[in-house]
């Protein structure tokens, strides 16, 4: 409590100390103002004030001139009597025309100094309240404090995965370059040209990338595959957008016999960008559908179709048949058993499952498959730090395969493991 005491103390005072000057050190503005108002109209040309200011000397020479006229005989005393009767009848007026300017111009100043002041004030009390509003929603006086000593860990953690992410970069740059100098002696190399494509898209340099993989569509005879990788160039580079020439490239590889997903997905993907969530959904749920279980990108397909379902109302219930598909997995005594258990039974299966793969592959890591099972498994699980140090881990692991590598990468944009 006592924390909380002295930091409003400090406010009010800091709130005091801001305000004074414009409320308190007004008045002391306008008064000054008023005491010299007759020297800063002397500085005005042409003002009211400054036209008085003349007229008064002027009436104060004349009185002046009438006693120098008297010395020298020029007027009578009774000439001289009505002369200055006369001047002193136009000080008299002209001090009290000073006396009814001089309040109109303070009145003036002071209703023009009001809004100023007004709205000065209410930015600092809007300033101060959005403090204390922000203070109450983000700040904690009681956290303690975390010293760098404690930190070692998180520290080493962070480094680590900086330096995982550099070399992988590395080794995708040291590929590039290798690809490169092999397409120059050997330009038919379709297999260079694809990894070269890869390599750069796994750089996150999908245009380079284009003329790649569009050089493997020319040499393949405009195979399905890398139509559809190319395809993929198109959109990356268009920020996902899907325009006119990846549609019609995608449009031609559907026609092929590839059976690459990213045809599907990106055809059900411009479906749903030109407000046609229906059709995106249904060839979703077809390509979910007819996926083995242990796709990779499953995982993300679904959560697609989740998306728009719910998002335009659709009804999906029964049509998804995952499940049915899997080609690799628990037996069916194992599902059945699974059936009869608790959901947290089941989640501690599912647990004992994926902690024992990744247990193998600690042992064992030269295994790119379980190294993309694992990273989908975390993911599934919403475990996506996990997630990120299996990718981390197997991009250390085959930092001498840049196909590898580009695999990875691919599929952890897929499943949606955010970058470093």
């Known amino acids: 409590m006592t924390i909380w005491i002295v930091l409003g103390a400090i406010t009010l005072l800091l709130a005091g100390f801001i305000l004074w000057p414009i409320f308190g050190g007004n008045r002391k503005a306008g008064s000054d103002e008023a005491s010299d108002a007759s020297s800063a109209s002397a500085l005005e040309d042409g003002s009211p004030e400054n036209e008085l200011s003349r007229d008064l000397a002027v009436y104060r020479d004349q009185l002046s001139e009438i006693d120098r006229d008297i010395e020298r005989g020029v007027l009578s005393a009774e000439q001289a009597d009505a002369a200055r009767t006369e001047v002193q009848r136009r000080i008299l007026a002209a001090d009290q025309r000073i006396k009814k300017q001089q309040p109109t111009d303070t009145i003036e100043q002071t209703s023009a100094n009001k809004p100023v002041r007004a709205i000065a004030a209410g930015f600092i009390v809007l300033f101060i309240a959005g ?56 330009p038919d190399d379709l297999r260079a040209w694809e990894l070269l494509g890869a390599s750069l898209m796994a750089l996150g340099r999908p245009e380079e990338a284009q003329t790649a993989f569009l050089e493997t569509v020319k ?125 947290e039974e089941q989640q501690q299966m599912i647990m004992s ?19 993309a099972r694992l990273m989908q498994a975390y993911m599934v699980l919403g475990r996506e730090d996990d997630a990120k140090a299996a990718f981390e881990k197997a991009s250390t692991v085959f930092a001498d395969q840049p196909e590898l590598i580009a695999r990875f990468d691919s599929l952890a944009q897929e499943i949606g493991i955010s970058a470093n």
């Open 353 to 371: 499952m994926v902690n024992g793969l990744a247990e193998r592959l600690e042992a064992e890591p030269n295994n790119p498959d379980g190294w």
């Open 131 to 186: 403090g204390f509003g922000l203070y109450l929603d983000l700040g904690n006086p009681t956290m303690p404090d975390r010293p760098i000593t404690s930190r070692t860990d998180e520290i080493n953690a962070v480094r680590m995965a900086q330096t995982a992410d550099e070399d992988r970069q590395s080794v995708l740059n040291r590929a590039v370059s290798d690809l490169s100098q092999r397409l120059l002696e050997n």
């Open 219 to 343: 040499r393949s005879g405009r195979d399905g595959d890398y139509l559809a990788m190319y395809a993929e160039s198109l959109i990356r580079s268009n920020n996902g957008q899907i325009n006119t020439t990846a549609r019609g490239v995608l449009r031609e590889a559907e026609k092929t016999d590839s059976t690459d997903p990213r045809i599907q997905f990106y055809l059900g993907l411009a479906d749903a960008q030109e407000g046609n969530v229906g059709a995106a959904v249904d060839r979703w749920i077809a390509l979910a559908n007819g996926a083995p279980g242990d796709a990779p990108w499953l995982p993300m397909v679904v959560g697609r179709i989740n998306e728009a379902a719910l998002a335009q109302g659709i009804d999906i219930e029964g049509r998804l048949n995952i499940a049915e598909n899997t080609s690799t997995g628990p037996s069916q005594e194992d599902i059945a058993a699974a059936q009869e258990m608790t959901p």
